[in-house]
Nanobody, 121 residues
C-alpha cells in the first residue's frame, strides 16, 4: 500500500519561507505524478502544484507562480514556499497517482494526512 507522508509544516511570519517534503513507499517506476493540494478552513481543497514523475515537468496554480517551487529526487517530492502570505494558511496534502491523466485534478489515488502551514501577518 502506497502511503504518502508529509513533513515540514509549521508557523511562519508573512514574507517567510517553508519547505515541505513528501515521502511515499512503493515503486517509483510506476509513479505517474505527484502533487501538492491545500485546504483552508471553510474552503474546498485546491491544486497548488504538481510534477510528472518521469520527465519532471511541473505545473503551478496561478496564485503560487513565482513564489513556490516543486521538485523531486529519486524518492521524495518537495515544495519550497517563499514570500508566504496569510492567505497561504492551510493544510497541505501530498498526493500520488500511478495513472495517466490531468495533473491538476484531484483524481489522485493516494493521499497523505496533511501538514499544517500557518502564516501570521
Amino acid at each position: 500500500q502506497v502511503q504518502p507522508v508529509e513533513s515540514g509544516g509549521g508557523l511562519v511570519q508573512a514574507g517567510g519561507s517553508l519547505r515541505l517534503s513528501c515521502a511515499a513507499s512503493g515503486r517509483t517506476s510506476s509513479r505517474y505524478a505527484m502533487a501538492w493540494f491545500r485546504q483552508a478552513p471553510g474552503k474546498e481543497r485546491e491544486f497548488v502544484t504538481g510534477i510528472r514523475w518521469s520527465e519532471g515537468s511541473t505545473y503551478y496554480a496561478d496564485f503560487v507562480k513565482g513564489r513556490f517551487t516543486i521538485s523531486r529526487d529519486n524518492r521524495k517530492m518537495y515544495l519550497q514556499m517563499n514570500s508566504l502570505k496569510p492567505e497561504d494558511t492551510a493544510v497541505y496534502y501530498c498526493a500520488l497517482t500511478d495513472t495517466i491523466g490531468p495533473i491538476t485534478s484531484s483524481r489522485y489515488e493516494y493521499w497523505g494526512q496533511g501538514t499544517q502551514v500557518t502564516v501570521s501577518s
